[in-house]
Nanobody, 113 residues
Framework: QVQLVESGGGLVQAGGSLRLSCAAS????????MGWYRQAPGKQRELVAS???????NYADSVKGRSTISRDNAKNMVYLQMNSLKPEDTGVYYC???????WGQGTQVTVSS
């Protein structure tokens, strides 16, 4: 059974930082592309960042330069470090595996102005 469990969300002031974590189980983690999506209130879900099995990364323009996605294949973990947070970063952040084949339950990030 595949499980993706996110943690690390919370309430933070604008300009602050958060590190989201995702623990994966039930998959051969090291071969999967992993990603983070977010869904803001009233908006469609969007890709924030992804990392390939080889470590190549890509980012949404809205977070480029402020966020870093990383993975630890030994621990089956993927992380999203977010800095200089803005109110528009508010939303539910979801961890995904395999380009959206598997999803976590999400973790809420709220950035206050």
């Amino acid at each position: 059974q595949v499980q993706l469990v996110e943690s690390g969300g919370g309430l933070v002031q604008a300009g602050g930082s958060l590190r989201l974590s995702c623990a994966a189980s039930g998959i051969m983690f090291r071969i999967y592309r992993m990603g983070w999506y977010r869904q803001a209130p009233g908006k469609q879900r969007e890709l924030v960042a992804s990392i390939s099995s080889g470590g190549s990364t890509n980012y949404a323009d809205s977070v480029k330069g402020r966020s870093t996605i990383s993975r630890d294949n030994a621990k089956n973990m993927v992380y999203l470090q977010m800095n200089s947070l803005k109110p528009e970063d508010t939303g539910v952040y979801y961890c995904t595996a395999g380009g959206g084949n598997y999803w976590g339950q999400g973790t809420q990030v709220t950035v206050s102005s």
